[in-house]
């Protein structure tokens, strides 16, 4: 009898986003093979096409409420996808470079556009000389600083951002708030 294939699931890529911390939180990781898309559109559009057979999407922040992309995309072009399940992830993320650096060192910072506004404190008072620049994700940010090396550049990401792609992290849990979440759907 032949094995069992792994069900593929979507989600917002690169490797190391939130978005696989939540895959990753709520299933067993042996169980699935997690698909990484670039875009929350992708994802959906890949589960539609059959690409994967779930897919997991941010629908909502307990701080910057609902993931607009997600909600229009779910009412309007994949009216036809249905919710069956969702999970909850605290959200932290970390100060990350590409080796250890002063905060005065930093000139830089990547992010995806909602983070900064979660980390908002933390920018204002230990970074207000360094400008924000947007990335992709978190994930893309922090492979971007990692891989360019460059000493005055960090990022906002995950902690399995830095691990992934060989960044360090300077601080963690740079976030305004510990409370924190972001709700996720399986689709």
């Not at 997690?34 to 897919?55: N, S």
């Not at 230990?126 to 891989?147: K, N, Q, W, Y």
């Not at 960090?154 to 951002?161: E, I, K, M, P, W």
Request: aromatic residues 4%; negative net charge.
């Amino acid at each position: 009898m032949p094995a069992r294939e792994r069900p593929r699931v979507g989600y917002l890529g690169p490797e190391g986003t939130f978005s696989e911390e939540a895959l990753l939180a709520s299933s067993a990781p042996s169980a699935v093979e997690p698909a990484p898309f670039a875009t929350i559109y992708d994802t959906v559009v890949a589960l539609r096409a059959g690409e994967v057979q779930w897919a997991i999407v941010p629908i909502e922040n307990s701080l910057d409420g609902s993931i607009s992309v997600t909600l229009d995309l779910l009412a309007e072009d994949a009216a036809d996808v249905e919710i069956v399940a969702e999970t909850l992830l605290r959200v932290r993320h970390s100060l990350i470079a590409a080796e250890m650096v002063g905060l005065e060192e930093i000139d830089t910072v990547l992010s995806h556009p909602k983070v900064p506004g979660q980390c908002a404190r933390f920018l204002r008072g230990e970074l207000s000389h360094a400008r924000i620049l947007p990335a992709g994700s978190t994930a893309d940010a922090v492979r971007t600083v990692a891989s360019e090396g460059r000493r005055g550049q960090a990022a906002l990401g995950t902690a399995l951002a830095a691990e992934i792609y060989g960044g360090t992290v300077i601080r963690a849990g740079v976030e305004d708030r510990d409370d924190n979440e972001t709700r996720f759907v399986w689709v």
